[in-house]
């Protein structure tokens, strides 16, 4: 059968009196004790219970009073009460009041054969005290005294709610009835104030039944131990352990040390304030020995209160501290600089301040730690924690807690700001091996994007944009196995090589051809060059997209090596995918490639682009050429629109996975009226009558001042064709915004090449002429024979 609640009222004689001074309770054994009933005292003074002369007691200074009053009895009788009185602050939205007790039971010494006296070791330093069947004290040791800040005889018979006065109190009061009624021991882990101490400690109650010789409960016993120490202990290690896990979870220097911040608040401190050094001009370390004054930048902050009203500073915002200050200290000593602050004191306060320096008493600051962050040997700057909320300074184990904190932040710290200037390094190696700005042809109109990835950083993608002889212009879309400098370095000779062999006007598939074996060399090379390194197999593979379009002719040729094929949007169409043969990737040897040509009306946008813009965990690869073909099917006329809606369609939101390259291009065509084409008989005595017609077409193009120039172009190419090269001949001019290209087609494959003539030489200087007087020209080779070319710029004068 279980217990019934074993406290008596009138055990103890307790009242509640009002921060007003009136009573609010009077129990039983208020009645027992001075034969007022309640009805009689409550809502009146409690000072009219004071014996005649006898003085009302001084305000205590804390929260709880103890001492001997002279209280007047109902008969008129003066008693003389030891009283214990605890102040209860103001809950569940009423006032705050003081209860006052003093026992009435229990008062007098246990005999030699009460079972209770028997209880435990009571000289042991161990905290221990007794309790009876109705949970009242009735034996502790000296220990416990200590603890309680009572002797044994003033609170014996009281509960021990009564003696602690405190919600703790009563929490073990309940757990000690638990262990009555059930006569099993149990172990109650609590934190309490005790005695004269300003902060709370960490309680271990073993409480056990106490039993007679028949084996009865006759009441319970209760053993307190110390273990803040071991608490403290563990919290510490808990912190260090979150700081492990909390702090370092990216390569983001601003993040890192907002992570430090918040880890330490309010664990460790009330405000954190992280402020690191510049980086060095050029990205170097920062110095081994740093000088004061220094320059500081916030970088992160966290404080208890809303808002960090503790500074005036931030983050992102510098502040320079001088020699005398905590900083300044803490950097140029490598050690960590302790200040306890004294109210109404004025100087520089270490977190929120630099040179300005504000009083204590405005920050509200009493101590603060300056911890140097240092990594590898070099400091990058500085962690400032303070305490203003929390009463506790600083002890050495705080130091040592907050150096092994910020230490493991140093460490993330510094691979954040190592990461961020080698990717910013490898980006800016990418960018200069990207084209900068796409050239202005007559053929079409580009736009591009290219995005590195999120994670990975620089890539091997490029594109490029190459004009070509008669007014064409080539476009290229790669992308390289793998991420780093080594994808970025490979892409940059690969792009070298495609505008070398589209400076030599091979077709499509003979250019991949050819850069398919370049990626074979390389490969070998790499595998010679990493040969014995475990891990480095030496093999490089890539994709690419080649294509050329001739605005006069509006048709497009184009090759792939296992790249995505390109999308077309022509005018009034609908996006859809070019058919091409596929190709194998760059790298594997020996397979062929196909060229295909299309026709494409003047105005048709073509969208070139790596795979990093349509692959995604999230989404198959169907998905993501549709939601492509919809972004590209809302164009409406601007490029760089289009090129950021594809973005914003297809990437996820913080960066894709793979780096991206993006081209778009819409088409141009040459009409007919700007381009001349003559047959030329193979006679060299009518070289002139097309001299002619060529003047005469400079006229009506409004060309005049060109019309020496090209004559003697003319002259020169057409004759060495009638030469040296087969019929049929044929002799193209082009006119477009800015050049005037003149083309000779004859059926030989042979190639001209251009030498100096010796002084006594009859020819040989016909196509250095050219040379110098055009702006560049060249051959390209054709199935049916070759061309040869020379462009000549045109000025305003011109037209």
Known sequence: MSRVYPFDDTGTARAVIGDDGTLVEWNDGAVRLLGHPANAVLGRPAAALLADGAPAPAAPPGPRWEGTLGLRHRDGRTVRVWLLAHHRPPHDGGPGDWLVVTPLAGAEPPTADDPLAEAG????????????????????????????????????????????????????????????????????????????????HAWLARMAPVRDRAGRVRGVSMAAHDITDNHRARQRLQLVNEASVRIGTTLDVTRTAQELADVCVPALADFVAIDLLDPQDGGAEAPARITAPVRLRRIAQRSVLPGVPETRITPGQTEQYPEASPQANALTTGRTIAVPTVPGAVGPVPAPHGEGGT??????????????????????????????????????????????ITARAAVCIDNARRYSRERETALALQRSLLPRSLPHTAALEACSRYLPAARAGVGGDWFDVIPLSGTRVAMVVGDVVGHGIRASATMG?????????????????????????????????SGTASAGEAGSPGELGATCLYAVYDPVSRRCALARAGHPPPVVLEPGGAPRALDLPAGPPLGLGGLPFESAEVELPEGTVLALYTDGLVWSRDRDPETSREMLHAALGAYTGSLDETCDRVLHT??????APDDVALLLARTRGLPASQVATWDVPADPALVAPIRKQVVEQLSDWSLSEATFTTELVVSELVTNAIRYGSHPIRLRLIHDANTLTCEVFDASHTAPHLRRAKVFDEGGRGLLLVAQLTQRWGSRHTAEGKTIWAELPLFEQDR
């Open 121 to 200: 070791l009571i000289q042991s330093p161990c905290a221990i005290a007794v309790y009876d069947d109705r949970l009242r004290l009735r034996r502790m040791n000296e220990a416990m005294a200590a603890v309680v800040g009572l002797p044994e005889e003033r609170v014996r018979g009281l509960r021990i709610a009564e003696i602690g006065g405190k919600p703790q109190s009563e929490e073990l009061e309940r757990h000690l009835l638990g262990v009555l009624t059930s006569g099993r021991p149990l172990d109650v882990q609590t934190f309490l104030r005790t005695g004269g101490e300003d902060r709370a």
């Open 359 to 404: 009083p204590v008493r405005e920050s509200g600051v009493h101590c603060a730690l300056s911890v140097p962050i240092q990594a590898r040997g070099l400091t990058l700057g500085v962690a400032v924690l303070c305490r203003h909320r929390r009463p506790d300074a600083f002890t050495p184990d705080d130091v040592l807690l907050a150096e092994e």
């Open 493 to 525: 000779r690969l792009r070298t090589a495609v505008r070398t062999l589209a400076d030599i006007d091979l077709a499509p598939d003979e250019l991949l051809t050819h850069l398919d074996d370049l990626v074979l060399r390389l490969s070998d090379e």
């Open 650 to 655: 297809l990437l996820p939101y913080g960066g």
